[in-house]
């Protein structure tokens, strides 16, 4: 045998596993830019990511093979694995061991994901551009091929497009925050598209699921982020009403699905679940909702999905786009109803626990059906949430983000638990769902007051008259304004004041949105003549 052929392994294997490191990381980082797809990336680019990372571990393994078998070298053990051991370039040698000691921690925690926790496992994974930065110090310091035209010119293209990259995620990072917390305001008024019935899939005894078929020409205008909802609008005995519904359709389901529930005296809901058919054709607004979150095929986090009765639609929505796409990242759903008859998209949801086993915990709540388990039997109240968290979910309040959509009650329950068990109120995002308009906070005006409305570049003065709300009094006067539900909650009717003094009764927006000035003019009132409400700025 060729007494060189050690030394050439040495060499090859370590620039090679340097390259492949370095390939390593530029590709984590083009993946977290979405720049190859974000949402929609395949899995095989994870998988690619995946390889070169094993495939860094078996060439800086052939690369200390070499060291140690190689006899005119001589590299022991102790040189390899204790820095500042080797009599060769003691310093640069370090560098090395570093980096080998910390790509092993990456494999070994990889391979131990699922049985250790995420943020230890997050941490570990950061530490590849430790790697990457010890890697790059060790091989132009301790190798002999540091001045050849190849490894220089390698460096250089890695360090650019590294810096290139680094820049790029950061920019696009900031984007992505300003378009998650300022997604377009919903403008159901101004959207309505005809779209026929592809499907009525019973659900329950008392709702149903409801799949549109979406024509070429406006895929475009229907694309959802999982968790949005969109608005029908239908004539019923000669009244047009309008009401709101989740998209319960997730990424990858290629299609647009809502799910309704009869509600006791709704008639849009009641016409839905007992009228609707396959072929008919109904006028749906284009999809709107800021109770979503981005994606991300490099993520790895917890999520925590609260919902009571039809709440499941968002919820599932998110929990089955956030399984498909991080495949790093693992939900917990509880779920809330009065028997298991009464389960919304059960199947579904049956079927999500079967394709990602561990990834998914599905934990029932049942208010009339004892399951003979005291934490799940009863309302989804305060008690019930705490107590169930500490036999089936200890670990919720670790949770990166929170997602509860249901009735008031059960959602703020849920909320003040969550707050008490340490998790922030930026990490908890709500919807709910009610079945009357809440009552006004404060005594109503018992004045008349002008208001201006902005709405696509007009300015229009109304008279808001005492008990009234802006909506009302803008619909009374004729105005063509966004609204839905006029519950306060879907949204629709979000605005902007910019001129005096308003009210704002109980609703769906949080502080950080009430201290910029937005507000939901169906539960909006002036206090003065000098108030400006601004549609053009939601």
Not at 484 to 505: F, H, M, N, W, Y
């Amino acid at each position: 045998m060729d007494p060189k052929l050690w030394w050439y392994l040495a060499r090859a294997g370590g620039l090679t596993a340097w390259w492949l490191v370095s390939l390593t990381v530029l590709w984590g980082l083009l993946l977290s830019t979405r720049v190859l797809g974000g949402r929609t990336a395949p899995s095989w680019l994870l998988d690619l990511h995946r390889l070169l990372g094993g495939l860094a571990v078996v060439f800086t393994g052939l690369h200390i093979a070499g060291l140690v078998w190689d006899e005119w070298v001589h590299f022991g053990w102790a040189d390899i694995l204790v820095p500042m051991a080797a009599s060769y370039r003691p310093g640069a040698v370090a560098w090395g061991v570093v980096a080998l000691y910390l790509l092993a921690a990456i494999q070994i925690t990889s391979l131990l994901k699922s049985r250790i926790p995420e943020a230890l496992w997050r941490w570990v994974h950061r530490t590849a551009f430790v790697v990457f930065v010890s890697g790059t110090v060790h091989t132009f310091t301790a190798g002999t091929d540091a001045d050849g035209p190849l490894v220089r010119w390698s460096a250089a293209v890695i360090a650019a497009a590294f810096m290139f990259l680094v820049t790029y995620r950061i920019a696009a990072g900031r984007r992505i925050t300003r378009r998650t917390t300022q997604i377009p305001a919903p403008r159901a008024g101004r959207g309505f598209h005809p779209l026929t019935v592809r499907e009525v899939r019973r659900e329950t005894e008392d709702a149903v699921s409801v799949a549109f078929h979406v024509p070429p020409g406006l895929v475009g205008d229907f694309r959802f982020t999982p968790g949005q909802h969109l608005t029908l609008k239908v004539t019923l005995d000669g009244a047009e009403h309008r009401r709101t519904y989740s998209i319960c359709s997730g990424t990858g389901d290629g299609e647009l699905r809502i799910a309704v529930k009869r509600v006791s005296g709704g008639r849009v809901s009641t016409w839905v679940t007992s009228e609707l058919r396959a072929g008919d054709t109904v006028e749906v607004s284009t999809p709107v909702g800021r109770f979503t979150t981005e994606t991300n095929p490099l993520g790895s986090r917890h999520l925590l999905g609260v919902a009571a009765g039809s709440g499941i639609t968002p919820v599932a929505a998110i929990t089955k786009s956030v399984l498909l796409l991080e495949p790093h990242s693992r939900c917990t759903l509880v779920y809330g109803n009065k028997d298991p008859e009464s389960v919304m998209l059960r199947a579904e949801l049956e079927a999500l626990v079967d394709t990602y086993g561990e990834r998914l915990r599905l934990i029932h709540v049942f208010s009339r059906h004892d399951t003979g388990v005291p934490a799940l039997y009863g309302r989804l109240d305060q008690d019930r949430f705490r107590a169930l968290t500490q036999t089936h979910a200890p670990d919720v309040a670790d949770a990166d983000e929170a997602f509860l959509c249901g009735p008031a009650e059960m959602t703020q329950a849920v909320s003040d638990t969550l707050a008490g068990l340490g998790m922030t109120q930026d990490r908890i995002h709500t919807e709910r769902f009610t079945g009357g308009a809440p009552a006004p906070t404060a005594p109503v005006d018992s004045a008349a007051h002008d208001v201006t409305i902005v709405d696509r570049g007009t300015k229009t003065t109304i008279t808001v008259r005492p008990g009234e709300s802006v909506l009302d009094a803008g619909l009374r006067a004729g105005l063509d304004l966004p609204y839905s539900c006029q519950e306060g909650i879907c949204g629709t009717c979000r605005a902007k004041s910019t001129g005096g003094p308003v009210r704002l009764d109980d609703c769906d927006l949080d502080s950080a949105d009430i201290a910029a000035g937005y507000v939901l003019t169906c539960r909006t009132r002036p206090r003065d003549g000098r108030a400006v409400i601004d549609f053009d700025q939601a």
